[in-house]
């Protein structure tokens, strides 16, 4: 089994060094996180296992991560030395893969932005949950729900996000830097994604802004019109 990607793996993993990626992706991410030392962690479409490594870097006990994509699993493993021990890869579709309930912390970056409709949207949030403790955590990184508009944005930050409004369903088209082919998200409210997570089983969600790292080499006036203009991701948070 496995999900075709059109695009190439190592294109993919290239576009990780992008200045939105490092400043803004991974420093939302694991801040919202927090200290994760001895944590153990669940890495829902891990890619290339980029989060998965950096998360066992940050003390992460152990890490469980999953992908779709046959080609991006089997990048993972090739990346994996050094870190046989603290993470498994296993190749499935995050909606069909449960847990046992052993994880503090879910990470997904980008993950909940494949779902089409509610009933979608669902099966991925009870997927992530039951890989999760009672009180654990889920930490997304999402297309923005709140930033809806027609047309394209956000080229000079190393990406183009193009979308037509706010039909639930539809598609959001990210063009980035490095992809020779473009990456289609599907646009859901802030309501759907709410219900989602309310019908799974978690007891509280959060919607939670981006930040920008302190330590980006870009300037906050580099930033002021991705802040400013939606932005076009968004962060999230949610109790088990």
Same mark, same amino acid.
């Given at each position: 089994? %496995?999900?075709?990607? =059109?695009?190439?793996?190592?294109?993919?993993?290239? *576009?990780?060094?992008?200045?939105?990626?490092?400043?803004?992706?991974?420093?939302?991410?694991? *801040?919202?996180?927090?200290?994760? *030392? %001895?944590?153990?962690?669940?890495?829902?479409? #891990?890619?290339? %296992?980029?989060?998965?490594?950096?998360?066992?870097?940050?003390? $992460?006990?152990?890490?469980?991560?999953?992908?779709?994509?046959?080609?991006?699993?089997?990048?993972?493993?090739?990346?994996?030395?050094?870190?046989?021990?603290?993470?498994?890869?296993?190749?499935?579709?995050?909606?069909?893969?449960?847990?046992?309930?052993?994880?503090?912390? $879910?990470?997904?970056?980008?993950?909940?932005?494949?779902?089409?409709? @509610?009933?979608?949207?669902?099966?991925? #949030?009870?997927?992530?949950?039951?890989?999760? =403790?009672?009180?654990?955590?889920?930490?997304?990184?999402?297309?923005?729900?709140?930033?809806?508009?027609?047309?394209?944005?956000?080229?000079?930050?190393?990406?183009? =996000?193009?979308?037509?409004?706010?039909?639930?369903?539809?598609?959001?088209?990210?063009?980035?830097?490095?992809? !020779?082919?473009?990456?289609?998200?599907?646009? @859901?409210?802030?309501? *759907?994604?709410?219900?989602?997570?309310?019908?799974?089983?978690?007891?509280?969600?959060?919607?939670?802004?981006?930040?920008?790292?302190?330590?980006?080499?870009?300037?906050?006036?580099?930033?002021?019109?991705?802040?400013? @203009? %939606?932005?076009?991701?968004?962060?999230? !948070? $949610?109790?088990?």
């Amino acid at each position: 089994m %496995g999900e075709e990607v =059109k695009y190439s793996p190592l294109e993919y993993a290239g *576009t990780k060094q992008l200045p939105f990626r490092v400043d803004v992706e991974k420093h939302t991410i694991f *801040t919202l996180a927090g200290d994760i *030392t %001895g944590k153990r962690i669940f890495d829902a479409g #891990c890619g290339d %296992g980029i989060y998965a490594r950096v998360s066992v870097d940050r003390g $992460a006990s152990h890490v469980l991560a999953v992908d779709s994509s046959r080609d991006f699993i089997d990048l993972a493993r090739e990346r994996n030395k050094g870190y046989e021990e603290k993470i498994d890869y296993h190749l499935a579709f995050m909606q069909d893969f449960f847990g046992n309930q052993d994880r503090d912390i $879910a990470i997904g970056a980008y993950i909940l932005s494949y779902p089409k409709n @509610l009933e979608e949207a669902v099966a991925y #949030c009870r997927a992530i949950a039951s890989h999760l =403790k009672e009180g654990g955590m889920f930490v997304g990184f999402n297309n923005n729900p709140k930033d809806v508009f027609d047309g394209i944005r956000f080229h000079k930050y190393g990406f183009e =996000k193009e979308m037509h409004g706010g039909k639930e369903g539809g598609e959001v088209v990210y063009r980035v830097q490095g992809l !020779t082919e473009p990456i289609i998200n599907y646009f @859901l409210k802030t309501s *759907t994604y709410e219900k989602a997570f309310k019908e799974a089983g978690f007891s509280e969600f959060e919607w939670k802004a981006v930040s920008v790292s302190d330590q980006s080499q870009k300037s906050i006036f580099y930033w002021r019109e991705f802040l400013k @203009l %939606g932005p076009p991701f968004i962060a999230m !948070t $949610a109790i088990k």
